[in-house]
């Protein structure tokens, strides 16, 4: 079956502007979760939703990342006045539930700030 | 929270050696153990896992062993290809928190 797609692959944005990133998970799957990865770096978790519940905003790094899933089907995070920093591979995963589940990857969105 | 720590951070080995890549976790709660390779410019892909209930785990070449005493868990390639060569990712997950080794730079030459 189709797996988890991401859009869009790259983007390049200025300093200041506002960016929107798009999480397609695999069908029925309840649990997604937003990785970041830096150039050459591990992956650091950003946000996780299961289901309808309210989302583990833990990892966003500041109050300018945020995220949404709606219909508990499609993401999207948002990362408002881009700073040069936030330039990185942004990954998305889901997994058939919540807990100690395989996550699936995308093929991620790589983001540079100009 | 969880803290993760992966080493070596680059490693060579030449085709046809085993390779072994080491991480150890902090926080005893975690109970569960996934490895991703990552080929340049790819997604992550899961290559095995390990629960918190099993020692050790093996798939063909691969293999993985946890003690969860020491908090340590360990990445094994055997009979190493040059296909093989990636970046490889532990990680330990508790309650709802996936955190990640900073990775394992693997090159095998032929």
């Known amino acids: 079956g189709a797996g988890v797609s991401q859009s869009p692959s790259n983007k390049v944005t200025e300093k200041g502007k506002d960016v929107e990133l798009r999480c397609d998970p695999i069908?029925?799957?309840?649990?997604l979760y937003w990785y970041r990865q830096s150039l050459g770096q591990g992956l650091e978790f950003l946000i996780y939703f299961q289901g309808n519940s309210a989302p583990d905003k833990s990892g966003l790094p500041s109050d300018r990342f945020s995220a949404e899933r709606t219909g508990g089907s499609v993401s999207t995070l948002t990362i408002q006045r881009t700073q040069q920093e936030d330039s990185a591979v942004y990954l998305c995963?889901?997994?058939?539930?919540?807990?100690?589940?395989?996550?699936?990857f995308g093929p991620g969105t790589r983001l540079l700030v100009l | 929270g969880e803290n993760v720590e992966q080493h070596p951070s680059t490693l060579s080995v030449q085709e046809g050696d085993s390779a072994v890549i080491k991480c150890t976790y902090s926080d005893s709660a975690s109970n569960y153990f996934p490895w991703y390779k990552q080929e340049l410019g790819k997604r992550p892909q899961l290559i095995i896992d390990?629960?918190?209930?099993?020692g050790e785990k093996k798939d063909q070449r691969i293999a993985v062993t946890l003690n969860k005493t020491a908090k340590h868990f360990s990445l094994h390639i055997t009979e190493t290809q040059p296909e093989d060569s990636a970046v490889y990712f532990c990680?330990?997950?508790?309650?709802?928190?996936?955190?990640f080794g900073a990775g394992t730079r693997l090159t095998v030459k032929p």
């Open positions: 995963a889901s997994s058939r539930a919540g807990g100690a589940e395989t996550q699936y």
């Open positions: 069908s029925g799957h309840t649990a």
């Open positions: 390990i629960r918190s209930n099993v």
């Open positions: 990680a330990a997950y508790n309650n709802n928190d996936m955190r």
